[in-house]
């Protein structure tokens, strides 16, 4: 298993990326969290943005087709792509990843 973890701009795109690679079985469970403020360094100017934290539950066969599609559907120049993997957890949780993505 592996967490996806992203940043998009803080209106319903979230949402669209979120159901998109749940109905295309790209991940089991994507967590859009509330608005946020990110201050980050973009072309040598400082921006200050409200975005929202996606977190994206996948298995490590879904990473190359989950990347190519949140590329191409993500409105930065540049998006967030931060792959976490996941050494253990609960059994149960773990097969229904694999299970709802495809992947076992």
Do not use: F
Request: hydrophobic residues 40%; aromatic residues 4%.
């Amino acid at each position: 298993m592996a967490i996806v973890l992203t940043t998009m701009r803080d209106d319903a795109r979230a949402d669209e990326l979120a159901r998109a690679l749940i109905v295309e079985r790209r991940a089991a469970c994507v967590n859009v969290h509330g608005p946020m403020i990110s201050t980050y360094r973009w072309k040598e100017t400082v921006e200050h943005a409200a975005e929202r934290q996606l977190v994206i539950k996948t298995t490590r066969q879904r990473l190359p087709g989950l990347e190519a599609r949140l590329k191409k559907l993500h409105s930065y120049e540049l998006p967030e792509l931060l792959v976490i993997t996941v050494d253990g957890g609960s059994a149960e949780y773990l097969k229904w990843v694999g299970d709802v993505t495809g992947s076992s």
